[in-house]
Each structure stands twice: as C-alpha cells, then as structure tokens.
C-alpha cells in the first residue's frame, strides 16, 4: 500500500512539473515577445524566478489560467520598482506618475524611451487582462486595476522623493507607504478578479487599503524584503528601510536589535493574518488560502546569502521545474 501511494504520488509531482514547465514557455516566450528588458536593460530580467510567485500562491495544476495571467502583473511590478529606483529623474518620475494616474499617453510623449516603452506595456497589459477577466468572468474590472495602479506608482514617487530629499520617514510613515510598494495589495486585486470572486454575492472593495488580510501580507512582505538587505543581483538602488527608519527612531539601538524587532513584528502579523483566515469575512477559502501561500513563500525570496544569491529558491526551482 505504501509502495502504491509512493508511485502514485511521484506521478501527481512529474504531471505538475509538466504543467510548471510548459507554462514556463509560454512565458518566457511572451517575455521576449514583450521585449521590455530590451528597452530598460537597467531592470530585473529574471522570469524564472518571478513566475515562483504564481506557482506558490497558486500550486493546484488546474489553475494554469490564472498563473499565467498574473506573472504579467508580477514582471511589470519588478520592471516599474526599477524605473523608479535606479533610472527615472524625479522629473520624469512625476511625469510617468500623472500619466498612470490620468492612464493617457500624451502625458509620456517626452519622457525616454524606456519609459514610453514601459508605460505602453503597462497600459496594454492591463486592457488585455480587463478583458480576459471579462470574458472568463463576465465583469470587467480594468478601472479598478489602473486605480491600483495608480496607487503603486504615487506610493512609488513618496520613495523617490524621500531619497531626493534626504528625508527619511518615522517607521509608521514608512510601512503604511510600504505595504502598497510592496506589490501585494495589486497582485491580490488581480487575482481576487481573476478568480471571479467580484462575481460573488458579497462583493469586496479590493481597492480599500483597510483590508486587514491583504495589509498583512503585505506587512509580512515588506518586512522580510528590508530584513533581508540585499537586493537581486541585478538591482542598484538606495532604498531606506524599515531598519533604517527604526535605528533612527531609537538612537543607541544596535541593528541586531532592530532586527530582532523586525522579526517580532512579522511573527505578531502572522497571528493576524491566521486569524484573518479563520475569521468570518467577505472572502473565499480559495482566495484566503491564496494569501497565506503568498506570505509563506516570502522567506524564500528574499533569504540572501553572503554572495547575494538565494540558495534555497535556486534549489526549490531546480526540483520544481527539472533546471539544471
């Protein structure tokens, strides 16, 4: 019997591979096709990794349609922290800001090439996502995406005007800013609409910062990602973290201590966010479950070690998917 559940188990791994890997192609081939990295050779171009965010919020292989949507949203949120971070004037940056907000190409017709380029995928990717939505789910939600993304890019340039300026944020300030920079609240919008769930009886305000299961989350991610400090090898910014603003708060504090705190605070928000999940609310079990896989993940994406690699990724990628 343990011989049969052995075999039978092995056989539901190798069928889920197979499905990982060819959903695989397909995206690095719309990711050339897209030709982003091309334009901003200064940003991320890592897919591979990328697409482990889809595979872990949403490991079932009957949901391959929702994967391969959402790495789109999850390859323009790395693509766009880079603008930001490492190549947009504050200038330009306010441009580009405005344009999302008013969602009118216009506004970036003087603004570089890349930043032209990004903002076109930017607002294709989200017209074709609308209509797969639409079309999948009978309710298209693509006002809802370009607020949120609007969100995103103005809590994007508060950061870049901080480190214009010097000034550097109170640890409450800086985490409320966060938690949207951290890409949660617009990765779980997409999905809450990709799974139909605006289809439901109860329908939720996905765009409402209060949400306290999706703030958690995000918490979760935004802490992990400073206590990490170090960023992908391809990323050259000057981003203050939560650690910073901390040290700056508590003068005489040493950075063991500060992390210790920082680790506190994450193990604190995880009692929430399970309560979140057992907790009566709008939300469905499958999208409840989508949000602690998300937060369980976040350790392994940004545990760094000393040569700034991410040794236990890199190994879950190579038995997930057969990588050499």
């Known amino acids: 019997m343990k011989k049969e559940l052995t075999q039978l188990a092995e056989k539901d791994f190798n069928m889920s591979r197979a499905i990982y890997k060819e959903e695989l192609r397909?995206?690095?081939?719309?990711?050339?096709?897209?030709?982003?990295?091309?334009?901003?050779?200064?940003?991320?171009?890592?897919?591979?990794?990328?697409y482990m965010w889809p595979v872990a919020m949403l490991p079932?292989?009957?949901?391959?349609?929702?994967?391969?949507?959402?790495?789109?949203?999850?390859?323009?949120i790395y693509i766009i922290d880079d603008l930001f971070d490492i190549f947009g004037t504050?200038?330009?940056?306010?441009?580009?800001?405005?344009?999302?907000n008013r969602w009118e190409f216009n506004l970036v017709e003087k603004l570089p090439e890349c930043m032209r380029v990004c903002?076109?995928?930017?607002?294709?990717?989200?017209?074709?996502?609308?209509?797969?939505?639409?079309?999948?789910?009978?309710?298209?939600?693509?006002?809802t995406i370009r607020k949120m993304w609007a969100n995103l890019c103005n809590s994007y340039l508060v950061e870049a005007r901080w480190l214009n300026s010097g000034y550097m944020p109170s640890t409450e300030v800086y985490l409320k800013n966060g938690m949207v920079t951290s890409g949660v609240p617009i990765v779980l919008a997409h999905l809450y609409f990709l799974l139909g769930e605006d289809g439901a009886d109860c329908k939720v305000d996905i765009s409402n910062d209060s949400l306290s299961i999706v703030n958690n989350v995000a918490i979760i991610l935004r802490l992990w990602?400073?206590?990490?400090?170090?960023?992908?090898?391809?990323?050259?910014?000057?981003?203050?973290?939560?650690?910073?603003?901390?040290?700056?708060?508590?003068?005489?504090?040493?950075?063991?201590?500060?992390?210790?705190?920082?680790?506190?605070?994450?193990?604190?928000?995880?009692?929430?966010?399970?309560?979140?999940?057992?907790?009566?609310?709008?939300?469905?079990?499958?999208?409840?479950?989508?949000?602690?896989?998300?937060?369980?993940?976040?350790?392994?994406?940004?545990?760094?070690?000393?040569?700034?690699?991410?040794?236990?990724?890199?190994?879950?990628?190579?038995?997930?998917?057969?990588?050499?």
């Not at 504050?90 to 999302?100: M, N, Q, R, S």
């Open 26 to 50: 397909q995206i690095l081939s719309w990711w050339e096709d897209l030709g982003l990295f091309k334009k901003m050779n200064f940003a991320r171009n890592r897919p591979v990794k990328w």
């Open 60 to 76: 079932d292989p009957s949901m391959s349609d929702v994967r391969t949507e959402i790495i789109k949203t999850v390859a323009l």
């Open 90 to 100: 504050l200038g330009d940056l306010t441009v580009f800001t405005e344009a999302v």
């Open 119 to 143: 903002f076109k995928a930017l607002y294709d990717i989200t017209a074709e996502i609308g209509q797969h939505i639409s079309a999948k789910n009978g309710f298209n939600p693509t006002d």
């Open 225 to 324: 990602n400073d206590l990490g400090g170090a960023k992908d090898e391809n990323e050259d910014s000057n981003d203050w973290s939560f650690l910073d603003s901390y040290l700056k708060e508590h003068k005489g504090s040493s950075v063991d201590s500060a992390r210790e705190h920082v680790q506190q605070m994450i193990s604190d928000t995880w009692t929430r966010l399970n309560e979140d999940y057992i907790s009566p609310n709008p939300f469905s079990i499958p999208f409840k479950k989508i949000c602690l896989n998300l937060a369980r993940i976040v350790p392994l994406m940004y545990i760094y070690d000393d040569n700034h690699n991410l040794p236990m990724l890199e190994r879950h990628m190579k038995t997930l998917l057969s990588l050499d």
